[in-house]
C-alpha cells in the first residue's frame, strides 16, 4: 500500500533517512537535523508518500518540494526516495516515481528532477530505464 505521508509519519520518515545516512556512501557520518527534516517535509510546497506491507511493515518512501519557475517552468525536485534494502529489485521504488510524477503533473510542473547524490546502488539505473536524463548530479524528465 502506498498512501501520502502526513504528520504522525515522521517516525517512518526519520527511520528510512537514518537507513539512507548508514546505506548511502556520500552520505556517510552525516546526522539528521530534525527540525530541518520537519521544516522541509510540511512545507507547503512539498509532497511525500511512503509504502507499507500488508503486514505494516515500511518499505519506502519518495518526499518532492515544487521549486520556484526555471526560465518560467516549475520544477519538481525530489527530496528523498529510499526504498528499504529487502523491498528493492521489485516495481516498487518505479510505483513510488510514477506518484510523484502524476503529482508533478497535477500541480503543473513542466519537469521532474531526481537526485542521484546518495549513490544507491541501482538508483541510477532505474532512472535511466524510467526515461531520465543524467545532467550533473541528478536526473531529469519532462512531465508536460
Not at 510540511?42 to 519518495?62: C, N, Q, T, V, Y
Not at 529487502?86 to 516498487?92: C, K, S
Not at 544507491?120 to 531529469?140: D, F, K, N
Request: glycine share 10%; proline share 3%.
Amino acid at each position: 500500500m502506498i498512501r501520502p505521508f502526513v504528520h504522525g509519519d515522521i517516525a517512518h520518515v526519520t527511520r528510512l533517512l537514518q537507513e539512507n545516512l548508514q546505506e548511502a556512501p556520500l552520505l556517510r557520518g552525516e546526522s539528521l537535523d530534525m527540525a530541518m527534516v520537519v521544516n522541509t517535509l510540511f512545507h507547503p510546497m512539498s509532497a511525500g508518500w511512503l509504502s507499507f506491507g500488508d503486514d505494516g511493515e515500511l518499505r519506502g518512501g519518495i518526499f518532492v518540494h515544487e521549486t520556484p519557475s526555471f526560465f518560467g517552468r516549475r520544477v519538481l525536485q525530489d527530496l528523498f526516495l529510499y526504498v528499504r534494502k529487502p523491498f528493492r529489485n521489485g516495481v516498487l521504488a518505479y510505483k513510488l516515481i510514477k506518484i510523484a510524477e502524476r503529482y508533478g503533473q497535477t500541480i503543473g510542473c513542466a519537469r521532474i528532477t531526481l537526485s542521484d547524490s546518495t549513490r544507491i546502488h541501482g538508483a541510477a539505473t532505474l532512472y535511466t530505464r524510467m526515461g531520465y536524463r543524467l545532467t550533473a548530479s541528478s536526473h531529469s524528465r519532462e512531465l508536460l
